[in-house]
């Protein structure tokens, strides 16, 4: 699919790897969506930023764990545009979560955000896109998804189901609406990583190197261009994988 011309809702799109999505999206000719949560300010900005690369932008608040507020979220989207064509799932919540615990509530957060709001977002988008025979959906996973960390249990587990759901979705939504994965090594250190902290990172990539934001949105709108893609999960992490010493 050719974003040019089509509407992208991108959740988590205010900020950090969401924005660089929200503005590749722009860059490529899609008006955008811009899904955010508590980051009002970012969604703002980020929506002055697409707009000044020539397309039309609109910024939707919701708590995507809450059905209704999704349904709005979409309602507002359809309202604005008649349609959506492509959906990033980007919201994560990112809070550790040791494991075992007495206090089960950071777990309850970051599943029902990874897994839940990830499927109300595409079950309310879905038949849209079925309606039109049309559609390009793209999972931002992680790689926690394939190797587990420390103290990111339901991180973890929330990306692997994020993965699952992919495929499946895929072969729920074929033939007319595609479904891919990305899964990001390391792209943009938190702020609060300290340079040996960052340079230890680097050195774990077979290309001893961080990536960019962009290197996300690059590959996320290959998988949306790509026509013959569904149901695959493409690494985009430097060849971390590959566990380089």
């Keep these: 699919m050719d974003p040019k011309g089509k509407v992208a809702l991108i959740t988590g799109g205010a900020h950090r790897v969401g924005k660089a999505l929200t503005l590749a999206f722009a860059r490529a000719g899609a008006s955008v969506i811009i899904h955010y949560n508590t980051s009002a300010d970012a969604a703002r900005a980020t929506e002055v930023e697409a707009r000044a690369r020539g397309v039309d932008a609109l910024i939707v608040q919701a708590d995507l764990v ?122 943009l250190p938190p702020p609060n990583y300290p340079p040996e902290r960052v340079a230890l990172i680097a050195s774990r990539t077979v290309l001893k190197r961080w990536g960019t934001p962009d290197d996300v949105a690059d590959a996320v709108l290959y998988l949306v261009r790509a026509e013959y893609v569904t149901g695959e999960v493409l690494l985009v992490d430097g060849g971390e994988h590959l566990g380089a010493a």
């Design 66 to 187: 809450q059905p209704a507020q999704v349904k709005a979220m979409v309602d507002a989207a359809v309202a604005r545009f008649r349609t959506i064509d492509i959906l990033v799932n980007s919201a994560s919540p990112f809070d550790q979560t040791p494991f075992p615990t007495d206090d089960t509530s950071s777990w309850r957060r970051v599943i029902d955000g990874l897994i839940n709001g990830s499927f109300y977002v595409t079950n309310a988008i879905a038949p849209l896109m079925l309606q039109q025979q049309r559609g390009a959906i793209v999972n931002i996973a992680d790689m926690l998804a394939l190797v587990p960390r420390k103290n990111f249990a339901a991180h973890g587990v929330g990306k692997s189901a994020l993965v699952a759901m992919t495929r499946q979705f895929a072969l729920e939504l074929a033939p007319h609406v595609r479904v891919n994965a990305i899964v990001p090594g390391p792209v």
